[in-house]
């Protein structure tokens, strides 16, 4: 499923929303600029489980920080970009700036701990926005239950545009990162980062929620 768009207006500019989106997109095109050499950095600049459960959260702060704005393929960050957008303005709406930029990076950090005490000892760096979104996703899902969202559902060679609920469509993704822990167990995508990132978001929204309408 593809979310296109969601049917709850922002009443106020989303200024870190889009602040995000573009420094995520000037970090991928500088990863992308770098061809063979790109494996480089995300060893320098991401997160490795194996250090922050070694040395602590403290002295790895930077790193979880600047593996929050990298990816590792097109599908990665083009996917990221789109949640963030559909989903993100109507959380920063809810919380102001300042709420929503603190609650993004806190569901992020949450996210890359839960991936962390998964396999502590792993070498292989992490990186991508995908925990600090699902942090998002998860604050999206506990303030608009009831709103809709315009979907794109590949069906083989046909394509069906519908409109879900929130409250399914969110929780069908959740669902589905649940299943995909489980049952593949894949080291090249966190789904327990995506888990903990979510559940993150949805307790703590009502902390950082400032106005309700």
Known sequence: MIPL???IPSRRFPLVTLTLIIINTLVWLFERSLGPSMENLIFAFGVTPADLFQYGLVSQLFFMTTAMFMHGGWMHFLGNMLYLWIFGD???????KFRFLIFY????????LAHVLSDPTSTSPLIGASGAIAGVLGGYFVLFPHAKVLTLIPIFIFI???HIPALYFLGFWFLLQIFNQTFQGAQSVAFLA???GFAAGALLVKFFQKYRY
């Open 5 to 7: 768009k969601d049917n």
């Open 105 to 112: 990076l806190i569901t992020g950090y949450i996210a890359t």
């Open 194 to 196: 995506h888990i903990g």
């Open 90 to 96: 109507n959380v920063e709406d809810r919380m102001g």
């Open 160 to 162: 069906q545009i519908i």
